[in-house]
T-cell receptor, first 118, second 113 residues
Framework: GAVVSQHPSWVICKSGTSVKIECRSL??????MFWYRQFPKQSLMLMAT?????????EQGVEKDKFLINHASLTLSTLTVTSAHPEDSSFYIC??????????????FGEGSRLTVL | RKEVEQDPGPFNVPEGATVAFNCTYS??????FFWYRQDCRKEPKLLMS???SGNEDGRFTAQLNRASQYISLLIRDSKLSDSATYLC??????????????FGTGTLLAVQP
């Protein structure tokens, strides 16, 4: 069964609104979670590394004020797309590794959240 | 040059065929390697890790050539259910003690009846 759960699985919103996506590890504690974005026919691109109890680490080119990440507990990380625009429409996927901070072990992915901004 | 490169395909093969996917990576210091499978509009799922000595899991064989920075996946006796996108994933050092998983764009396999 799923070990990482993501919600919502799809969302449609108007331009300018904010959307929150939740990522939960179901049967383990994840001190680190990863947020990816995937555009059609492209690879998964790491957006940020979410660290429990501290600030997220953002990849180059990802605006931290636009993509707010909160990792307040060992089983929950949230990604908020603020003031969403049509170009933010994408498939957002979170993941976590049971092995801890290093991304050297198997990553378990959430089901993904498909965001469409009108 | 992309950090992880794959032939995007599509590979259209008949059931029962053997098909091979290739992947190259740019950073010779990369430490671990994986093949993930992604079905349409779904999240990626680990298919298998790739070990230096090569490894096999049923109909699937993965091989690594560090000298050539090349990874392969061989699927024997293809099934209709093998139709998916296969992602080559490389764990690369990214400054200091930080590693990062880099995904290829994926190779699309379509197995025909």
């Amino acid at each position: 069964g799923a070990v990482v759960s993501q919600h919502p699985s799809w969302v449609i919103c108007k331009s300018g609104t904010s959307v929150k996506i939740e990522c939960r590890s179901l049967d383990f504690q994840a001190t680190t979670m990863f947020w990816y974005r995937q555009f059609p026919k492209q690879s998964l691109m790491l957006m940020a590394t979410s660290n429990e109890g501290s600030k997220a680490t953002y990849e180059q080119g990802v605006e931290k004020d636009k993509f707010l990440i909160n990792h307040a507990s060992l089983t929950l990380s949230t990604l908020t797309v603020t003031s969403a625009h049509p170009e933010d429409s994408s498939f957002y996927i979170c993941s976590a590794s049971r092995g801890g901070r290093r991304a050297t072990r198997e990553l378990f992915f959430g089901e993904g959240s498909r965001l469409t901004v009108l | 040059r992309k950090e992880v490169e794959q032939d995007p395909g599509p590979f259209n093969v008949p059931e029962g065929a053997t098909v091979a996917f290739n992947c190259t990576y740019s950073n010779s210091a990369s430490q671990s390697f994986f093949w993930y499978r992604q079905d349409c509009r779904k999240e990626p799922k680990l298919l298998m890790s790739v070990y230096s000595s090569g490894n096999e899991d049923g109909r699937f064989t993965a091989q690594l050539n560090r000298a050539s920075q090349y990874i392969s996946l061989l699927i024997r006796d293809s099934k209709l259910s093998d139709s998916a996108t296969y992602l080559c994933v490389v764990n690369m050092p990214y400054g200091g003690a930080t590693n990062k998983l880099i995904f290829g764009t994926g190779t699309l396999l379509a197995v025909q009846p």
